[in-house]
């Protein structure tokens, strides 16, 4: 099995200086993911962010945490889901069998349940 790299999310929270100049650093420094997370702004904002993110992982996996809308829009790798997020089964039938799911787990039951 090849190994991908390291995945980096984005948190505007804790960034000091946006999320573009981290996401510029981290893909610096060889990450291969993007992972954009963003729970505090309007899907306005969050959309123009992610095309502007888009552009900048040219060539690298770009994934939108939570918001298939989003993914959809700027043409996204894939998408994360939560266990409160849209079930897998119809993320997948609205994105295809080519783009990436991303699921979280809490437990061993949900693991199970995602690995299914």
Do not use: W
């Amino acid at each position: 099995m090849a190994m991908i790299g390291y995945c980096f999310i984005t948190d505007a929270g804790l960034s000091r200086r946006g999320n573009a100049s981290d996401v510029r650093s981290a893909l610096a420094a060889g990450v291969k993911i993007i992972q954009y997370r963003n729970k505090e702004t309007d899907t306005r904002a969050m959309c123009r962010e992610a095309l502007k993110l888009r552009k900048l992982c040219k060539g690298k996996i770009f994934l939108i945490n939570d918001r298939l809308d989003i993914a959809l829009a700027v043409n996204a790798d894939g998408v994360h889901l939560g266990q409160k997020d849209l079930p897998y089964q119809i993320a997948r039938k609205i994105l295809g069998r080519k783009k990436i799911i991303g699921l979280t787990v809490h437990n061993l039951k949900q693991a199970r349940e995602a690995e299914s």
